[in-house]
């Protein structure tokens, strides 16, 4: 099976402008998480996906916002970029269940997104 | 709330000796803990899991870890470091029977094993 693949890989933007980052899942995975990673802060999350809805959100401003689609694509966007939201932006699948995930995540190589 | 520890941002090993990195979580209920680990310029990869049953998980590349509910403590051992094992380790933690996005991760510990 492919892994999960996240494009583009590195991207350079300026303060101001937005961008869109699109995640594809593990074929059957159902649940996408979206992480941001900064060497100050670790690893912080979010959002949560499943089958198109989001189910969980972390303490990010409304300028990050994302979608799922029927395919269980994800993509996220953050509008108004700001100098801090220089980070690597990691997808996560797993297979998701109503009921409750047991399953590990799987994670992409991520966006590595630096702002100018 | 539930929360992860990895009291030690570092540690230091000599090939073929044993490690540990530690993990301390909190959460009501039942735990669901992960462990990962990430190597430069790439994204995590799952270890090893507990879920229930078994106190000792064996994981991927000669990894395992002990959960011991007493001291709520998820530590990530192996019995013979190799060099290849320098990379940064994360714990993780969900409640039991909620889904992926309720996991909180710990701060990540490097792990630098010396020849």
């Known amino acids: 099976k492919a892994g999960v693949t996240q494009t583009p890989r590195y991207l350079i933007k300026t303060r101001g402008q937005q961008v869109t980052l699109s995640c594809s899942p593990i074929?059957?995975?159902?649940?996408v998480s979206w992480y941001q990673q900064t060497p100050g802060q670790g690893l912080q999350f979010l959002f949560e996906y499943f089958s198109e809805t989001q189910r969980n959100k972390g303490n990010f401003p409304g300028r990050f916002s994302g979608r799922q689609f029927s395919n269980s694509r994800s993509e996220m966007n953050v509008s108004t970029l700001e100098l801090g939201d220089s980070a690597l932006y990691l997808c996560a699948s797993s297979l998701g269940w109503t009921s409750g995930d047991y399953n590990e995540q799987f994670f992409g190589p991520g966006t590595r997104l630096t702002v100018l | 709330a539930q929360s992860v520890a990895q009291p030690e941002d570092q540690v230091n090993v000599a090939e073929g000796n044993p490690l540990t990195v530690k993990c301390t979580y909190s959460v009501s209920g039942n735990p669901y803990l992960f462990w990962y680990v990430q190597y430069p310029n790439r994204g995590l990869q799952f270890l090893l899991k507990y879920i229930t049953g078994d106190n000792l998980v064996k994981g991927s590349y000669g990894f395992e870890a002990e959960f011991n509910k007493s001291q709520t403590s998820f530590h990530l051992k192996k019995p013979s470091a190799l060099v290849s094992d320098s990379a940064l380790y994360f714990c993780a933690v969900r409640k039991a029977k909620t889904n992926a996005g309720k996991s909180t991760f710990g701060d990540g510990t490097t792990l630098t094993v010396k020849p």
């Open positions: 074929s059957g995975h159902r649940s």
